[in-house]
């Protein structure tokens, strides 16, 4: 991996009307939780949401980009649900079984608190618009929309 990627996690990057962000990580875990992040931190300042609420998710998809829009997905609507915001996320492992992928993760926040979380944008949707995952042999660049 490349100096600038270990230095940051992820990056948004310039579009006109959505959010486009480049998320990195040694591998494809770590940058599926950096993707995860970097959605939560266009919500709000992640640094504010503390870890009280630890969570397990388990979702599948066709192939990586799928199970990254499930990810996401899977995310988005615990927070559109549950009203939960996170901070902390990990990929435990990405599995292909009978020919899908698996992934398995921890992830750890609380209750949004309108006073305690800033709001920045809300985001109505994940997108497979311009979505790219990206794999060297020692990086993984994920670069997704997401619909605001």
Partial sequence: ?????????????????????????????EAFENAALAM???MTDTKNVECK??????????????????????????????????????VLRIKETDGRLKLNAEICGEQFNPEKHKQKVGIKAVTYHRM?????????????????
């Avoid at 991996?1 to 875990?29: N, P, Q």
């Avoid at 790219?132 to 605001?148: A, M, Q, R």
């Fill in 40 to 42: 939560f931190e266009t």
């Fill in 53 to 90: 609420i630890k969570e397990n998710v388990e979702v599948e998809g066709e192939d990586k980009q799928s199970l990254l829009y499930n990810w996401l997905e899977e995310l988005l609507i615990r927070f559109d649900v549950e009203n939960m915001l996170y901070s902390k996320f990990n």
């Fill in 132 to 148: 790219e995952i990206i794999e060297g042999p020692k990086s993984v660049t994920i670069k997704f929309i997401l619909d605001i």
């Fill in 1 to 29: 991996m490349s100096e600038d990627c270990r230095k940051r996690r992820f990056e948004f990057l310039e579009h006109t009307a959505d959010v486009y962000i480049a998320a990195y990580g040694e591998d494809i875990c």
